[in-house]
């Protein structure tokens, strides 16, 4: 007998993967309010700080009063606006690739972008640690899905020797793997690409605005842009803004126009987001933009260390993302409730986001988080750490 809802609901508290939202009041920030108390925000993927900054508020409601609050309709029915020409020609110009193209945020940008190149009779090469989104377009493709082991470059190599067959093969990855922070090995990515004729793929969500001399992403840091066939990323992280993009080939522009069915099926960014976003690119590419980054490269690199002298073991990386590893769901979540009760709000990580023993508290820093920040939260991380037996 089918079980109700009521009882398939307490499954998921007895295994302490039970989820619920919590309600911030005022901007995001390096603090923000919760229940009329100050909190240190440390799970926020606002990296560079720019979600409440002036110039992007301004940007968007000038946006808002000279286009409107509405784009419409999809583009492909109402017409594409100015806004949206003007921020895909931005994108192009700061990936240094043909052409971009927008869609209404990550996830719908994974699965319209993988399910538009592959289907039946095509191969995807996907790293096991991907974000949920690509696997999820993976399956709405149809395509054959074969996982290979986290950035295991001989696995994939075997993998496509095995398995290719006469369709497209499609190597697919996060650049900035978003619960570990560690990065993927693109210089040997493009290498195998070439090898094996397949399309190569890159999800640089979060290292788009962060990584690279003029902010670009994983793939400018690397020295790999120009052998990457489709860079997506997102203006809803270190841009501070909404939605993502494609940034590629006019050839493949005009196979997701006409092929990605979450573009073509979705009424479009509206003009106040749009605004904000070209906003955040004019800050990310001026002198303003680098020392964003500096400070967010020296917050994680001072936050890391302050974290492993007091005792704990990180997993190796470099990036903002810094996870603290718990083990099981349950001491997750009574470690991010008690931190929260000390002023801290880090979100507590569970299956099934990471596999199962692999639990954390996914800690980000901000540029605009100040030393005295994280000097205070990696000693209360550390002292609540030690009460349930972390470290």
Partial sequence: MDITVQEELA???????????RCVNGKQGPHVEMNGRDILMLCSNNYLGLADHPALIEASVRAAEQYGTSSGASRLVSGTMTLHELLEAEIAAFKDTESALIFNGGYVANTGIISAL?????????????????????????A????????????????L?????????????????????????LSELVALKKTHNAVLMVDDAHGSGVLGENGSGTAELLEVSDDVD???????????????????SDELRELLI??????????SLPPAVLGASLAALKIVRSAEGKRLRDALQSNADYFRFLLSQAGFN?????????????????TTMRFSGMLLEEGIFAQGIRPPTVPAGACRLRCTVMATHSRQDLEWAADRIATVGKVLGVI
């Fill in 11 to 21: 499954q998921i508290r007895a295994r302490g993967l039970y989820r619920a939202t």
């Fill in 118 to 142: 592959v289907g039946r009779g095509d191969v995807i090469f996907s790293d096991r640690l991907n974000h949920a989104s690509i696997i999820d377009g993976a399956l709405l493709s149809s």
């Fill in 144 to 159: 054959r899905l074969i996982r290979y082991p986290h950035n295991d470059m001989r696995v994939l190599e075997e993998l």
């Fill in 161 to 185: 020797i095995k398995h290719r067959g006469a369709g497209r093969a499609l190597i697919v990855t996060d650049a900035v793997f978003s619960m570990d922070g560690d990065l993927a090995p």
């Fill in 230 to 248: 489709i860079l997506m990323g997102t203006f809803g992280k270190a841009l501070g803004s909404f939605g993502a993009y494609a940034a590629l």
């Fill in 258 to 267: 006409n092929r990605a069915r979450s573009f073509i099926f979705s009424t």
């Fill in 314 to 330: 990180l997993p190796e990386g470099t990036t903002q993302i810094i996870p603290v590893l718990t083990d099981q769901a349950e």
